[in-house]
């Protein structure tokens, strides 16, 4: 089996994770920039993570024969503080053209507040200055369907951003809509605890099609698995999927739109 993990969280997870999933098939693995376990103090705790992103952590994939890439941004549950936002996307540009990384992510909503929205607008702003693909976060549970009305409205409202070059991620049965009839990719984030089960997103693909959907892990700090993608797979198989049809999901789907940024390169088997 061969797939993509499009959205872990890899500077949270031990060396024995990487082993795993090179082991399952990974192929390679996509990392957007993330809340760091702790609110960062000031713009240098980004301006560090945005190098660990960017350096240490391909490094630590590549020992596994992992490929690494990454989204830069500060993260929704981060940006409450408009200032230091500001601070944080006016240092994004230079590491734009460092060669993992793909975009600007994971932008979104937590709590919906009004300065959430705002720096939602910059990094929009941002992406579409720098010509850059967009991958989103929305909120949790019961700010979710709002949440994503407003990302949605957000992105539409810049006629800058190409629908296809976006990806709102930790989709759920009550926004997937939402994203695909904009014209979008989704996500569904796989997640013992919160957000959606190998079965629940099984289902929605089984209701939706396969078009311009993903899986993803997360696995970041709390309770998570690195290896759902591949658990889920071997759940499609049990439901009567065929090889075929779950590499679709798990490998060409991600690898499709990953492909849009030249720098997203897999080496060659
Ligand atoms: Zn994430």
């Given at each position: 089996m061969r797939y993509i993990?499009?959205?872990?969280?890899?500077?949270?997870?031990?060396?024995d994770d990487y082993v795993d999933m090179v082991t399952a098939g990974c192929q390679a693995v996509c990392e957007p920039a993330f809340w760091a376990g702790y609110d960062r103090s000031s713009v240098n705790g980004f301006h560090d993570y945005f190098c660990q992103l960017t350096d240490y952590e391909p490094k630590r994939a590549a020992k596994f024969g992992l490929p690494h890439f990454c989204w830069l941004c500060i993260n929704p549950k981060e940006s409450e503080d408009v200032k230091l936002a500001e601070e944080v996307i006016s240092l994004i540009p230079k590491f734009l053209?460092?060669?993992?990384v793909l975009g600007i992510g994971e932008i979104g909503l937590n709590k919906n507040s009004r300065n959430e929205v705002k720096v939602l607008e910059m990094h929009i702003d941002l992406a579409a200055r720098h010509n850059q693909m967009i991958l989103v976060h929305t909120p949790h549970l019961e700010d979710k369907l709002k949440g994503t009305r407003l990302i949605v409205d957000a992105l539409k409202s810049d006629t800058r951003i190409r629908p296809e070059g976006v990806i709102i991620d930790h989709v759920e049965e009550h926004t997937i809509k939402i994203a695909m009839d904009a014209g979008f990719w989704g996500g569904m984030t796989l997640y013992p605890e919160s957000k959606c089960s190998p079965a629940r997103a099984i289902d929605m693909l089984e209701n939706y099609?396969?078009?311009r959907l993903w899986l993803n892990s997360a696995c970041d700090w709390g309770v998570s698995v690195p290896l759902n993608v591949p658990y889920t797979a071997l759940e499609m198989k049990r439901r009567g999927w065929t090889a075929e049809d779950i590499d679709k999901v798990v490998y060409q789907n991600p690898l499709k739109f990953l492909?849009?940024?030249?720098?997203?390169k897999l080496p060659k088997v």
């Open positions: 993990e499009p959205h872990g969280h890899m500077v949270s997870r031990v060396t053209d460092r060669s993992n099609g396969s078009e492909n849009q940024c030249r720098k997203f």
